[in-house]
């Protein structure tokens, strides 16, 4: 329990507007006076947010701390996205990004079924803590509002046409199958002269170097990366091939599981990539469904008992009098897509039409006419009229490639808006040591 706690407060570390507790234990009343670390445009970060973020992350990695960097180091990356998210979290307020109680208690909710726990069995295991279940909330709504800020601004900026899609397929260089991996980014900033591309080859070289040397590669990404995935040993999960910046698949293609790459040049910087697994893609067969059904639904006129004993009534006009069921959806269906076709249905994936109607195929078997069984739209008759299977390959690997240009422009344009965001903001980092060479250039560069 104290390990999932510590993963939940390391997740929201670095969310927490200035002046809210992060999730820390009672603090003693002598406690001195805060320090303000950083001026982030009108909004101020103060020691007592970095110290927060900071030890929920050593209580992350409580027994493995010889894979966090020197304490200097981790404070720097720790203060780095609490500023970008400052960053975010008011670039969304001034756009009217809002989030009501209900959002936050779905977050909760989705957090607590994700650790196999209900929503007061996490409440208690975060006071057990000794943390604020406030604060943990606040952070949530925090989340919430800078995933919405990414949505609103990838939205109007990112398509994606069927000949993108034809054109990826087609190419010569398109790779299927799937990756995970972990990597090591080393940013460039923006404008750098040599010296400065320099230097980032440098420390890319420095870790690389490390890895070699027998360092952990997820060690290594906490103490060199500046990714904001960093902190989480910079893992990438499974990606698709045809994610992968094409710059970057050959390399990958051509690596076994555990490899490290060379320091690979990118449009941002320097990226060091580790092929953790590699998995192909098989072919995608579904099982399909043929059916038919009357839907009768209440209304002003049609009470909810009316539609039932209605529903009950025609089945019974099927069942044992033998009428013919699309004649009779023709005629009394209130499903405006069906209704005219005699309730036909078509071939569908199982789950298409949702969970209730699913079980009740699952129940049937061919030309069976269920019971009347009642959903959301309302009282239902299905007769499963078939089943099938049907080869998706190639419209999954549409979808997929799809997904995967719309994914890899969606990153492109939310990381030049993160970067545009932060170079034309007034950053001041107020403590000397936790200046960074990109800190202090975006603070000169600050009106």
Known sequence: ???????????????????????????????????????????????????????????????????????????????????????????????????????????????????????????????????????????????????????????????????????????PTYKAGEVHLAHIQISIPGGADAAAIQTSQTKAEQALAAIKGGMDFHAAAIRYSDAPDALDGGDLGWRRMDEIPPAFADTVESMKSGDVSAALRGPTGFHIIKLIDQRKNDRSMVTEFHARQILIKPSELVTPAQAQQQAQDLYSRIVNKHEDFAALAKEHSKDDTTANLGGDMGWFPQDQWGSIIAKQLDDLKDNEVSHPFQSEAGWHILQRLGTRQSDKTVQLARNQAREAIGNRKSDQVYDDYLRDLRANAYINILVPELREAGNQAAADASP
């Open 1 to 171: 329990m104290k390990q999932l706690i510590a993963l939940l407060l390391f997740a929201l570390a670095i969310t927490l507007p200035a002046h809210a507790q992060l999730l820390t234990a009672n603090v003693p009343a002598s406690q001195p006076i805060d320090r303000i670390v950083a001026v982030v445009n009108d909004d101020v970060i103060l020691q007592s947010d970095l110290d927060s973020a900071v030890r929920s992350i050593q209580q992350q990695y409580a027994g493995h701390t010889e894979q966090l960097p020197p304490m200097n180091v981790l404070q720097q990356q720790v203060l780095d996205r609490l500023v970008l998210m400052r960053l975010q979290l008011q670039k969304a307020g001034d756009q009217g990004v809002h989030v009501s109680n209900d959002d936050v208690d779905q977050a909760v909710a989705s957090v607590a079924q994700q650790n196999k726990l209900t929503p007061d069995q996490l409440r208690a295991a975060v006071e057990q803590s000794g943390a604020s279940f406030a604060a943990f909330r606040e952070q949530l709504s925090d989340q919430i509002t800078v995933q919405r800020l990414h949505e609103s601004v990838v939205h109007d900026s990112v398509t994606v046409t069927d000949s993108e899609i034809d054109n990826l397929l087609n190419s």
